[in-house]
Every structure is written in C-alpha cells, then in structure tokens.
C-alpha cells in the first residue's frame, strides 16, 4: 500500500489550501483514511478523518470549522481542503489509513500506513 501526499505550499495567513491523498490500494474504500500533522519540535496529531463511504467525519478542535476532509473512493483519493489557515497551521501534513476498527480516531498508532508527507507553512 502506498500513500501519496501533495498539495503543500507556503501560503499567507487567511488563504486556502487543499491537500490530496493517493492511495495505490484496490481496497482503499473498506478503510478509514485520516489527516494528521507534526510541527517542528512537536509530536504529530490528529487533524481529521473521514469513514470509509464518507458518510462521517472527525475534526480536531483546532481545526473544526476552517478543514474540510473528504474522499472520492472511484480515484483513490482523500482531500484535506484547509481554509482560514493560521500560522499555526505550519506543519508536515501525512494522510494515512487507519488499521484498527474502532470508534477512536485520533491515536497515530490505530493507523498503519503512512504517505510521506506534504509541508504546509503559513506565513503572518
């Protein structure tokens, strides 16, 4: 299974950004996918998820009402449509696929492939 992160960029605080997700799985709708990212210094976190028909999300409370996740399961794809972006915001952003079926979503370690990651920073 591999993850392909894009769409980072160095944008000002107050734009928008979208991240993609490519998954090479044929099995890729059965799965969870979530969005998390690691600041410089910081342990990585969880920032969204979506289920695997779409049908509900989960956001961190950081970003509840500026980030937007979704998923088109006839590509492969998972977006992370990220608006009102705050400097706070600078990280590493991974998309990965969650291993564990639980009603958790926000350990790192209920996931257990991983992209690569795709640098977002946020200038003030």
């Known amino acids: 299974v591999q993850l392909q992160a894009s769409g980072g960029g160095l944008v000002q605080a107050g734009d928008s950004l979208r991240l993609s997700c490519a998954a090479s799985?044929?099995?890729?709708?059965?799965?969870?996918m979530g969005w998390f990212r690691q600041a410089p210094g910081k342990e990585r976190e969880f920032v969204s998820a979506?289920?695997?028909?779409?049908?509900?999300?989960y956001y961190a409370d950081s970003v509840k009402g500026r980030f937007s996740i979704s998923r088109d399961n006839t590509k492969n794809m998972v977006y992370l449509q990220m608006n009102s972006l705050k400097p706070e915001d600078t990280a590493v952003y991974y998309c990965?696929?969650?291993?564990?079926?639980?009603?958790?979503?926000?350990?790192?370690?209920?996931?257990?492939?991983w992209g690569q990651g795709t640098l977002v920073t946020v200038s003030s």
């Open positions: 799985e044929r099995t890729f709708s059965a799965y969870v």
């Open positions: 979506i289920t695997w028909r779409g049908a509900n999300t």
């Open positions: 990965a696929r969650k291993r564990v079926a639980s009603n958790s979503y926000v350990s790192a370690g209920l996931y257990d492939y």
